[in-house]
């Protein structure tokens, strides 16, 4: 380990961190240029075969960056897909950046370094940067906005070059050492262990942007809001700020486990998808109104109303039932499209009954920061399952790849284990480890160090 990875988990100060010397490589999951063609037509694209950990070069810093040392970082849907090199391949998106010369020609590099989510130590500031120092403790957004375009200060998903850090950008989270722009950085809610951190900014900032930013659905008290794969990342995300705002949520998820574990979040309703007849294929048009009608009248069985919101993220196999099963004037808000992009829907259910379908992605930082207050009030929790070693990566996004996964599977970058990166113990306690650990099976023996 290099002597600043090793000064950070000591805990030095501000003023030793920077006395160190930055290295000229880091540790990183990555994936290489060379590899981008060796599933051909392999039903089974299995991750383990193309993610590797290895050093790769530090990057130079740009003036309005940062250097954060990574304490943890987390699996999201987007590594998969790198690491599936499907629908296409991300050194697309790295060699599309680079043709703006200056600074981002540095992400186009034969390794792609992964990760959209982290938590940790910022080692190093670039010349422009104001507000943050070295020493503070930040998590990072995926939201890689330029803030010189006028359509971000509007809303920074709109500006036209609006990139995910670690899936269109490079030196993504998944390392010992990340680079940002400062403008994907908040403070590190100081409750938290750093992989608990680190599994917010990408899936709870996404579930705010859908369900409680008047950029999405704009829930309300009493809402009744269905939620699709609720026990997933974004879906343990989405209950909890539905209860949070006074909503009824009714969540859908695939086992008998993943109930248990929704019902310690607080789900109202619980249905196993299995139960209404719902399997894991696509459905046709008329299959989806089928099935709309099986899950509207198990609903109303169970809250008296059919759903004024439909949280949806899984696309293919679920959307033609959404948009049934929303009430009339109702929404369906939907941020991906885990089983197919080509979404198949009965019109007539929506222009009929004034239903409205809206496109959400990610969050623009302001939408982060209120998230992240509501996660520092104890208002939110982190929806960590289980955590890996950073280079365990490949099990842990097959995990995520098959589905076997509740929550957010942590990754473990420089912190040597996990309960670790606490600074107000006191906090911690006041909110109770059952309920910062509802997901978490055996919760980790928390310490106040650093690293």
Request: proline share 5%; hydrophobic share 40%; glycine share 12%.
């Amino acid at each position: 380990m290099d002597a600043l990875a090793e000064a950070v988990l000591a805990g030095a100060s501000p003023e030793e961190l920077s006395r160190e010397a930055v290295p000229g490589e880091y540790l990183a999951a990555y994936l290489h240029a060379d590899d981008t063609r060796m599933f051909g037509d392999a039903p089974d694209k299995d991750v383990r075969r193309s993610l590797r950990v290895g050093r790769v070069p530090m990057p130079e810093l740009a003036p309005d960056e940062a250097l954060v040392a990574v304490m943890a970082s987390s699996v999201n849907y987007n590594t998969v897909w790198s690491a599936t090199f499907a629908p296409l391949p991300t050194f697309d998106f790295l060699r599309r950046f680079s043709r703006q010369g200056g600074y981002a020609a540095r992400h186009d590099q034969p390794q792609h370094v992964l990760g959209s989510d982290g938590a940790g130590v910022i080692v190093r500031v670039g010349a422009g940067v104001r507000h943050w120092r070295v020493g503070d403790h930040v998590v990072v957004s995926p939201s890689y906005v330029d803030d010189q375009e006028p359509a971000t200060h509007s809303d920074g998903m709109l500006g036209r070059e609006q990139r995910v850090w670690g899936f269109e950008t490079n030196f993504g989270g998944l390392a010992h050492y990340a680079v940002v722009r400062v403008n994907q950085l908040v403070p590190k809610p100081t409750h938290l262990t750093w992989e608990e951190a680190a599994s917010v900014p990408l899936c709870g900032a996404t579930a705010y942007r859908m369900l409680v930013s008047d950029r999405g659905a704009r829930i309300k008290q009493g809402d009744i809001v269905l939620i699709w794969g609720a026990a997933g990342g974004l879906g343990a995300y989405a209950v909890q700020l539905v209860k949070a705002g006074g909503g009824i949520p009714i969540g859908v998820v695939s086992s008998e486990e993943k109930a248990r574990a929704l019902r310690r979040l607080g789900c109202d309703v619980v249905i196993n998808r299995n139960d209404i007849g719902l399997g894991h294929h696509i459905p046709g048009p008329d299959e989806a109104i089928s099935l709309g009608k099986q899950l509207g009248k198990r609903i109303r069985a169970e809250v008296g109303e059919d759903p004024h919101v439909v949280f949806d993220y899984v696309g293919a196999a679920t959307f033609g039932i959404s948009v049934f099963v929303v009430r009339k004037g109702g929404t369906v808000v939907t941020c991906g499209s885990s089983t197919g992009y080509q979404h198949q829907f009965d019109n007539r259910y929506l222009w009929m009954n004034l239903k409205r379908v809206i496109g959400s992605h990610a969050a623009n930082w302001q939408e982060l920061a209120e998230c992240n207050r509501l996660v520092q009030l104890g208002m939110l929790m982190p929806a960590l399952s289980t955590t890996y070693p950073l280079e365990e990566i490949g099990e842990a996004t097959r995990l995520v790849q098959r589905n076997q996964h509740t929550g957010k599977v942590g990754v473990l970058c420089l912190a040597p284990r996990a309960g670790l990166g606490v600074t107000d113990p006191a906090l911690r306690d006041r909110i109770g480890a059952d309920r910062l650990n509802a997901l978490r099976n055996p919760a980790p023996v928390v310490t106040g160090s650093i690293g």
